[in-house]
C-alpha cells in the first residue's frame, strides 16, 4: 500500500516563499511508474490539483501558479521526495496542500483533477498572511 506522508506547512506572509515535501513510499520499484502530485484545498472548497509530475515524468502546473511554483521529484532507492517550492505567495494559496498518487501513468487531461488519484497523505496547511 502506498504510503504518503507531507510535511513542512507553515505561516508566511503574501510575497513569500515556502517549500513544501511529500515522502511517498510502500509499493517496491513500483513507485518508478507512479503519478505523484500536490493538490490544494482551501476552506469550504474542492480539492484542486496545483502540480503533478506523471508515471513518464511530465510535469504540469495549474495556470495560477505557472512561473511561481516549481515541482521536484527525488528518488532515493523506492522511496520518493515531493518537493513543492511555493514561491511569491498569495493569500488564496493559503489551504490545506495534500500530495496525492496513482498508479496511473498517462493521466491525459485529467491529470490536474483530483478524480484521477486515490492515495492521499494527511495533508499540511498553509496560511498567507497580508
Known amino acids: 500500500q502506498v504510503q504518503l506522508a507531507e510535511s513542512g506547512g507553515d505561516s508566511v506572509q503574501v510575497g513569500r516563499s515556502l517549500r513544501i515535501s511529500c515522502v511517498v513510499s510502500?509499493?517496491?520499484?513500483?513507485?518508478?511508474?507512479?503519478?505523484l502530485g500536490w493538490f490544494r484545498q482551501g476552506a469550504g472548497q474542492g480539492r484542486e490539483g496545483v502540480a503533478v509530475?506523471?508515471?513518464?515524468?511530465?510535469?504540469?502546473?495549474a495556470d495560477l501558479v505557472k512561473a511561481r511554483f516549481t515541482l521536484s521529484r527525488v528518488a532515493s532507492g523506492n522511496i520518493r521526495y515531493l518537493h513543492l517550492d511555493m514561491g511569491n505567495g498569495r493569500a488564496e494559496g493559503g489551504g490545506v496542500y495534500y500530495c496525492g498518487g496513482t498508479r496511473k501513468r498517462n493521466l491525459g487531461n485529467d491529470t490536474l483533477r483530483r478524480e484521477s488519484f486515490e492515495h492521499w497523505g494527511q495533508g499540511s496547511e498553509v496560511t498567507v498572511s497580508p
Open positions: 510502500g509499493v517496491g520499484d513500483a513507485i518508478a511508474r507512479y503519478s
Open positions: 509530475v506523471d508515471g513518464v515524468g511530465r510535469f504540469f502546473y
